[in-house]
C-alpha cells in the first residue's frame, strides 16, 4: 500500500484560497455566494496569519483586497472598516508593494485611497 504524503499548507496555498475566493464575483451575482466566499477568504487569512511558521505576503494582501472588492458590496460600512484594518495591517508588516497598490487601486474609488493614505 502506497500512501502518499500530504505537504503542509504554504503561504502559498493560502494564497491561492483567498485568490479563488475573490474570483466567485466573475462567475456569480449571488450574494450568498459571495458572503460564503468572502467569509472563507477572511478565515483563510486569519489561520495564515496565526500560523506558527508561515506570515502573510504581499500576494496574500493583494488577494484580500480583491476579495473586499468584489465579494463586498461597494460604499459599505462593514467593508470600509475591513478595507482600512487591512490596509493598516498591511503597511505595519512592511508589504506594501507595487502590487498591492495596484491592487488597492483597483478595489477602491479616488476619494477612499486619498482618505487610507490620510491625503485631505
Not at 456569480?28 to 458572503?35: C, I, L, M, Q
Not at 480583491?66 to 482600512?84: M, Q, V
Not at 477612499?112 to 493614505?117: D, S, V
Request: glycine share 2%; net charge neutral.
Amino acid at each position: 500500500d502506497q500512501s502518499i504524503a500530504v505537504p503542509p499548507p504554504s503561504t502559498f496555498t493560502y494564497n491561492a484560497v483567498i485568490n479563488v475566493c475573490a474570483s466567485v464575483s466573475e462567475s456569480s451575482n449571488d450574494e450568498t455566494e459571495k458572503a460564503n466566499a468572502f467569509e472563507i477568504a477572511i478565515v483563510t487569512f486569519n489561520k495564515l496569519r496565526n500560523a506558527k511558521h508561515l506570515k502573510p505576503d504581499h500576494i496574500t494582501y493583494g488577494a484580500l483586497f480583491r476579495a473586499c472588492a468584489t465579494l463586498l458590496p461597494k460604499h459599505n460600512e462593514k467593508r470600509d472598516k475591513i478595507l482600512r484594518a487591512t490596509f493598516g495591517k498591511c503597511c505595519q508588516e512592511g508589504l506594501m508593494h507595487e502590487t498591492v497598490i495596484y491592487d488597492i487601486q483597483k478595489s477602491v474609488d479616488s476619494e477612499f485611497w486619498r482618505e487610507l493614505l490620510l491625503v485631505p
